[in-house]
Protein backbone atom coordinates (compact mmCIF):
# COMPACT_ATOMS: atom_id res chain seq x y z
CA UNK A 1 0.00 0.00 0.00
CA UNK A 2 2.84 2.31 0.70
CA UNK A 3 4.56 1.84 -2.23
CA UNK A 4 1.55 2.92 -4.33
CA UNK A 5 1.29 5.83 -2.54
CA UNK A 6 4.94 6.75 -3.12
CA UNK A 7 4.21 6.26 -6.75
CA UNK A 8 1.36 8.51 -6.85
CA UNK A 9 3.18 11.21 -4.47
CA UNK A 10 6.38 11.71 -7.22
CA UNK A 11 3.77 11.63 -9.92
CA UNK A 12 1.49 14.38 -8.21
CA UNK A 13 4.93 16.22 -7.28
CA UNK A 14 5.74 15.86 -10.90
CA UNK A 15 2.44 17.29 -12.26
CA UNK A 16 2.07 20.09 -9.34
CA UNK A 17 4.99 21.51 -10.34
CA UNK A 18 4.11 21.64 -14.04
CA UNK A 19 0.88 22.86 -13.11
CA UNK A 20 2.93 25.79 -11.02
CA UNK A 21 5.16 26.67 -13.93
CA UNK A 22 2.09 26.71 -16.62
CA UNK A 23 0.11 29.14 -14.86
CA UNK A 24 0.33 32.87 -16.10
CA UNK A 25 2.71 34.96 -14.28
CA UNK A 26 4.23 38.56 -14.88
CA UNK A 27 6.63 37.37 -17.19
CA UNK A 28 4.56 34.28 -18.40
CA UNK A 29 7.29 31.50 -17.69
CA UNK A 30 6.51 28.34 -19.19
CA UNK A 31 3.15 29.72 -19.80
CA UNK A 32 4.19 30.74 -23.37
CA UNK A 33 4.78 27.01 -24.38
CA UNK A 34 1.33 26.27 -24.16
CA UNK A 35 0.35 27.62 -27.20
CA UNK A 36 -2.20 30.50 -28.18
CA UNK A 37 -5.07 28.37 -28.50
CA UNK A 38 -6.78 29.55 -24.91
CA UNK A 39 -10.02 28.58 -26.69
CA UNK A 40 -9.79 24.89 -25.39
CA UNK A 41 -9.82 25.93 -21.84
CA UNK A 42 -12.91 28.18 -22.03
CA UNK A 43 -13.88 31.66 -22.56
CA UNK A 44 -11.64 32.79 -19.52
CA UNK A 45 -8.82 30.89 -21.11
CA UNK A 46 -6.02 28.62 -18.84
CA UNK A 47 -5.97 31.09 -16.17
CA UNK A 48 -9.14 29.57 -14.53
CA UNK A 49 -9.10 26.48 -15.20
CA UNK A 50 -5.21 26.01 -14.11
CA UNK A 51 -5.97 28.02 -10.92
CA UNK A 52 -8.64 25.19 -10.36
CA UNK A 53 -6.24 22.15 -11.49
CA UNK A 54 -3.59 23.51 -9.64
CA UNK A 55 -5.74 23.59 -6.41
CA UNK A 56 -7.39 20.03 -6.77
CA UNK A 57 -3.80 18.41 -7.88
CA UNK A 58 -2.27 20.38 -4.32
CA UNK A 59 -5.11 19.09 -2.70
CA UNK A 60 -4.83 15.39 -3.44
CA UNK A 61 -1.18 16.10 -2.98
CA UNK A 62 -1.73 16.99 0.66
CA UNK A 63 -4.14 14.17 1.23
CA UNK A 64 -1.58 11.87 -0.08
CA UNK A 65 1.12 12.88 2.05
CA UNK A 66 -0.92 12.41 4.84
CA UNK A 67 -2.31 8.71 4.14
CA UNK A 68 1.34 7.80 3.61
CA UNK A 69 2.71 9.03 6.84
CA UNK A 70 -0.50 7.28 8.29
CA UNK A 71 0.12 4.49 6.80
CA UNK A 72 4.04 3.87 7.21
CA UNK A 73 3.90 4.46 10.70
CA UNK A 74 1.52 1.82 10.94
CA UNK A 75 3.56 -0.36 9.08
CA UNK A 76 6.56 0.62 11.00
CA UNK A 77 5.85 0.17 15.10
CA UNK A 78 9.18 0.85 16.29
CA UNK A 79 10.73 4.11 16.26
CA UNK A 80 14.23 4.76 15.38
CA UNK A 81 15.01 6.17 18.99
CA UNK A 82 14.42 2.71 20.55
CA UNK A 83 17.58 1.30 18.39
CA UNK A 84 19.93 3.67 19.42
CA UNK A 85 22.58 2.35 22.30
CA UNK A 86 23.68 4.63 24.88
CA UNK A 87 27.56 3.67 25.53
CA UNK A 88 29.63 5.02 28.66
CA UNK A 89 31.02 8.38 28.46
CA UNK A 90 34.60 8.12 26.60
CA UNK A 91 35.52 10.93 29.80
CA UNK A 92 36.67 9.53 32.49
CA UNK A 93 35.23 10.89 35.71
CA UNK A 94 37.28 12.35 38.89
CA UNK A 95 37.04 10.68 41.79
CA UNK A 96 34.94 12.66 44.37
CA UNK A 97 37.48 12.57 47.66
CA UNK A 98 40.70 12.71 46.04
CA UNK A 99 43.61 11.77 47.92
CA UNK A 100 46.36 14.47 48.82
CA UNK A 101 49.56 13.71 47.22
CA UNK A 102 52.15 12.59 49.97
CA UNK A 103 55.71 14.58 49.87
CA UNK A 104 58.48 12.93 49.22
CA UNK A 105 60.76 12.93 52.71
CA UNK A 106 63.94 15.07 52.84
CA UNK A 107 66.93 12.39 53.13
CA UNK A 108 67.98 12.90 57.56
CA UNK A 109 71.56 13.54 57.94
CA UNK A 110 73.31 11.61 60.25
CA UNK A 111 73.11 11.77 63.68
CA UNK A 112 77.15 11.92 64.81
CA UNK A 113 77.90 12.34 68.81
Known sequence: MTSTLLVLQFILAAVLTIAILLQKSSSIGLGAYS???E????AKGPAGFMAK???IVGFVFLVNTL???YFYN???KVSIAEDIKVEKPLIPTVPTTPE???APKAPSAPITK
Do not use: I, R
Open 67 to 69: ALG
Open 53 to 55: FTF
Open 35 to 37: GSN
Open 74 to 76: QEK
Open 100 to 102: TPK
Open 39 to 42: SLFG
